[in-house]
Structures are given as structure tokens and as C-alpha cells.
Nanobody
């Protein structure tokens, strides 16, 4: 069992930056692929970024590529999402997720564990 707790969300002006953190408890964190997804009311949860257990091969949605950076610290059981050049359309609840290795790290169905989410609001 893995429990995930996100933090770092808030209100920021367009063009600003935020760093989200996701602290994991439980065993085997270092073996999991970690992902960040986001969701707005009335829409499906969408993929933002993912990172393999060893930090290699990060994956990004086209909408966040070159603006967001995912990283992880296995010694701290924490994954991060550095968000820069934020846009109003980045406004959403951001969820951290953990799952075993899969061929589809961008799919929400590849993840077994989810956090409660943290709100990010970008004002224009």
C-alpha cells in the first residue's frame, strides 16, 4: 500500500511558477513509476508528466512540455513537479499517482495509487 500527499498548490499569476511536491509513504516507492495528472470540473483527468523509478525517460504532455519538469528523490520518497510560465489554462486540481512499470505511463489506468489532489489556480 502506498499513500500519497500532494502539497505546493496555490494561486499564482500568469507567467509565474509553482513547485508541487508529492510525499509517499509505504514500501517500494523507488520501484514505482510516478505521475502527475490534472483535472478541471466536467473534464476527464488528464496526463501531465511521469517519471520512471530511476528518474530516466520523463514523459510530458504536449501542453506542458518545456514548461514543466518532473523529478524525484527516492531517498526522500518524494516526487516534484516544477511548473513555470504558467497559463490560466493550467488551472486544475493536480493529482500525484504511483504505479508499477507499464508500457503506458501516460495513461491513468496504469496507476494504482492516487493522492487527494492540490488546487492550482493561475490568474490572468
Amino acid at each position: 500500500q502506498v499513500q500519497l500527499v500532494e502539497s505546493g498548490g496555490g494561486l499564482v499569476q500568469a507567467g509565474g511558477s509553482l513547485r508541487l511536491s508529492c510525499a509517499a509513504s509505504g514500501r517500494s516507492f523507488s520501484t514505482y513509476t510516478m505521475g502527475w495528472f490534472r483535472q478541471t470540473p466536467g473534464k476527464e483527468r488528464e496526463f501531465a508528466a511521469a517519471i520512471r523509478w530511476n528518474g530516466s525517460t520523463p514523459y510530458y504532455a504536449d501542453s506542458v512540455k518545456r514548461r514543466f519538469t518532473i523529478s524525484r528523490d527516492n531517498a526522500k520518497n518524494t516526487v516534484y513537479l516544477q511548473m513555470s510560465s504558467l497559463k490560466p489554462e493550467d488551472t486544475a486540481v493536480y493529482y500525484c499517482a504511483a504505479g508499477p512499470w507499464s508500457q503506458a505511463p501516460t495513461s491513468r489506468y496504469s496507476y494504482h495509487y492516487w493522492g487527494q489532489g492540490t488546487q492550482v489556480t493561475v490568474s490572468s
